[in-house]
Nanobody
Framework: QVQLVESGGGSVQAGGALRLSCAVSGSTVRLYTMAWFRQAPGKEREGVAGLYRVAGSTYYAAPVNGRFTISQDNAKNMFYLQMNSLEPEDSAMYYC????????????????????WGQGTQVTVSS
C-alpha cells in the first residue's frame, strides 16, 4: 500500500517562495500520475498541478501557471511543488495525490481522478 506524506508548508509573506515535498513510501512504479491539490477553508479542493509520469508532461491551473512547478526525484521517491511569487490567495492546505491508472487522466486537476492522498501541509501567505 503506497502512502504519501507531505511536508514543507509554513508561513511566508506575499512574494515569497516555498517548496512542498511529497514522500512516497512504497514503489512509485505504478504511480502514473501525480498531482498537487489545495483546499482553503469553506472552499472545494482544487487541483493546482499535475505530472503525467508516462510522458513527462505537466499541467497547471491558470492561477498558478508560471509561478508553481511540479517535479520529481525518482531516486528519492519524492515529488515536489515549487511555489514562487506567493500570494495571499494561495493560502490553503496542500495535498499530494496519486493515480495508479496508466492512461492519461481526462482532467488532471479533478480530484475524482486520484485514488491515494496524503494528509496535507498548511501554507499561509500574509500580505
Amino acid at each position: 500500500q503506497v502512502q504519501l506524506v507531505e511536508s514543507g508548508g509554513g508561513s511566508v509573506q506575499a512574494g515569497g517562495a516555498l517548496r512542498l515535498s511529497c514522500a512516497v513510501s512504497g514503489s512509485t512504479v505504478r504511480l502514473y500520475t501525480m498531482a498537487w491539490f489545495r483546499q482553503a477553508p469553506g472552499k472545494e479542493r482544487e487541483g493546482v498541478a499535475g505530472l503525467y509520469r508516462v510522458a513527462g508532461s505537466t499541467y497547471y491551473a491558470a492561477p498558478v501557471n508560471g509561478r508553481f512547478t511540479i517535479s520529481q526525484d525518482n531516486a528519492k521517491n519524492m515529488f515536489y511543488l515549487q511555489m514562487n511569487s506567493l500570494e495571499p490567495e494561495d493560502s490553503a492546505m496542500y495535498y499530494c495525490a496519486a493515480r495508479t491508472i496508466w492512461s492519461r487522466p481526462t482532467n488532471f486537476l479533478s480530484k475524482d481522478e486520484y485514488h491515494t492522498w496524503g494528509q496535507g501541509t498548511q501554507v499561509t501567505v500574509s500580505s
